[in-house]
């Protein structure tokens, strides 16, 4: 006797299918605007900047109260110049010193090479031997901004009687509150150091 089997074959259909894809479709689209991707990049730059600011006035700090003649600026520009985490020529000096409010600034913005810009030896971004330390330098080389950019980058200032100032500017939305309310007198900055007035 010949039975015949009746075979069912398993599987989706075509309808299935496209309903599952546009399910998945609208789940993604409501999760990358829930999440906003670039809204997340620009809060991990600003808190990078945050963290390099903070290592930058525990380091000049240290700096401070370990030299037994500190001197916190370039020997050639001393006082009168605000230094720049960029490198010369790329236009960061119609910046007008960055974003502070220091008048006493003539000598205008100081920026370095880029075989200098990062060194801890006094030649580099910041005017500051760090390397004289009893410690040794607290970093391999200076953090500068993570775009590093005529829009985004660290400055400098600092005065006679050893009392300094370092600045980023923030661009995400979630860290508009850190510049309004870091002590300092500008802002659109975020600003830490000795003075925040420089």
């Given amino acids: ?65 370990d030299t037994q003649i500190p001197n916190l600026a370039s020997s050639s520009l001393n006082f009168t ?35 200098k810009y990062r060194k801890v030896n006094s030649q580099g971004w910041v005017p500051v031997d760090f390397s004289k330390l009893s410690i040794g330098t607290p970093f391999g080389s200076l953090p500068i901004d993570p775009s590093n950019n005529q829009k985004f980058f660290y400055s400098y200032a600092a005065s006679s009687t050893n009392v300094f100032e370092v600045n980023a500017i923030l661009e995400s939305n979630k860290y508009n509150n850190v510049m309004l309310n870091d002590g300092g007198d500008n802002t659109s900055a975020y600003e830490t150091g000795s003075n925040l007035t420089l």
Avoid: H, W
């Fill in 1 to 65: 006797m010949n039975k015949s089997l009746n075979k069912t074959e398993v599987g989706f259909t075509l309808i299935e299918l496209l309903v599952v894809i546009a399910i998945v479709a609208i789940l993604s689209i409501v999760v990358l605007l829930t999440l906003n991707p670039a809204e997340l990049l620009r809060q991990a730059r600003d808190s990078n900047r945050i963290s390099d600011l903070g290592t930058l006035k525990t380091a000049l700090s240290l700096y401070l109260s």
């Fill in 81 to 115: 110049a605000c230094y720049l985490s960029t490198i010369q020529g790329n236009g960061t000096t119609s910046a007008k010193c960055g974003v502070f409010a220091y008048t006493g600034t003539t000598g205008g913005d100081a920026s370095t090479t880029q075989d």
